[in-house]
């Protein structure tokens, strides 16, 4: 997999060093073309579709066509993300060749290293931070998505455009569950919309302990230069359900059936285009004129 991403990131990376060697800030983010650390910290604009709401899909007949509206909404939207942590972790990548960190680079490593519960006088930091600062294939996130929320119907996703079912602890930050148990405090988190709900899910699956074995196969494919699928990653979510194994298999199920590894492969043409958001652009474009009203 190391190969594929090279041939994408090699001319970015060697501009990315000249302009952090010569202290250069920029003040947007070109996901076209530039990869630049200080500006990933500005957080930069992205394009408007990632905040669209969650469409109703029950305006759709149970079966194929609910499924084709549900995956077609959230591919695009999935690879934005991965193609956000590919490019973070780039930097990552271009830091750690440097001799001495700026300020603002030693901040925008500590922001990701929080984030990512990963402790910065680790000896070992710059690859445990890589560890965590990678992508989860599209094939394991749909299928996981439409799992836990009923093909996008489900009134936590409705409500709360939470697709993946987790869990928040703050009075108010979600929606309480109608059988949570007495004594219990969690509520089943909310978000602005089904983008952030998808950043919030590889989030988790990048930091929580549940999911090292997850991060473990993938490390592997990584290191033999190989492109993670879901149906390999699926086998580290034991701890995503009480149903360990069970729902190991049921995710596994999902892919083969939904043929969602195609997914995959789209989403490693997009890594080697020269122009990755044009085409997402396109991607919802068509989507839209689809399901327009």
Not at 59 to 66: K, L, P
Not at 107 to 113: D, G, P, T
């Given at each position: ?7 994408v ?6 501009i990315l ?52 509206a ?36 030693k ?7 929080l ?26 996130v ?103 194994n ?11 059936f ?25 991607t ?10």
């Open positions: 997999m190391e190969s594929r991403t090279t041939a990131f090699a001319l970015i990376a060697a060093i000249a302009a952090l060697a010569a202290g250069a800030l920029v003040a947007s983010l070109d996901l076209e073309k530039t990869v630049d650390v200080p500006k990933m910290v500005e957080k930069p604009e992205l394009p408007g579709w990632r905040s669209a709401p969650l469409p109703d899909f029950t305006r759709y007949s149970a079966g194929t066509e609910r499924k084709e549900f995956f077609g909404f959230l591919f695009p939207r999935i690879a934005l993300a991965n193609l956000e942590i590919l490019r973070q972790r780039e930097g990552v990548k271009a830091l750690r060749r440097m001799d001495a960190l700026s300020e603002k680079q901040e925008w490593l500590k922001s990701h290293a984030r990512l519960r990963v402790r910065m006088d680790d000896d070992a930091f710059f690859e445990k931070l890589l560890n965590r600062l990678d992508i989860v294939p599209p094939s394991l749909m299928a996981q998505a439409a799992n836990e929320s009923a093909w996008g119907t489900s009134r936590f996703a409705t409500r709360g455009n939470n697709l993946f079912g987790q869990w928040c602890f703050t009075p108010g930050c979600g929606i309480v569950p109608g059988q949570r148990t007495q004594g219990r405090s969690h509520e089943v988190a909310a978000y602005k919309h089904p983008y952030a709900s998808i950043r919030s899910y590889l989030t988790n699956l990048n930091r929580h302990n549940a999911y090292t074995p997850l991060r473990e196969l993938r490390a592997r494919k990584r290191q033999r230069n190989e492109f993670t699928d879901g149906t390999y990653l699926a086998g580290g979510l034991e701890r995503y359900s009480e149903r360990g069970e729902y190991v298999r049921e995710i596994r199920a999902m892919i083969s939904n043929e969602l590894e195609a997914y995959d492969a789209r989403l490693k043409q997009l890594m080697d285009a020269d122009a990755p958001l044009a085409e997402l652009e396109k919802v474009s068509d989507y839209r004129q689809r399901y327009a009203n």
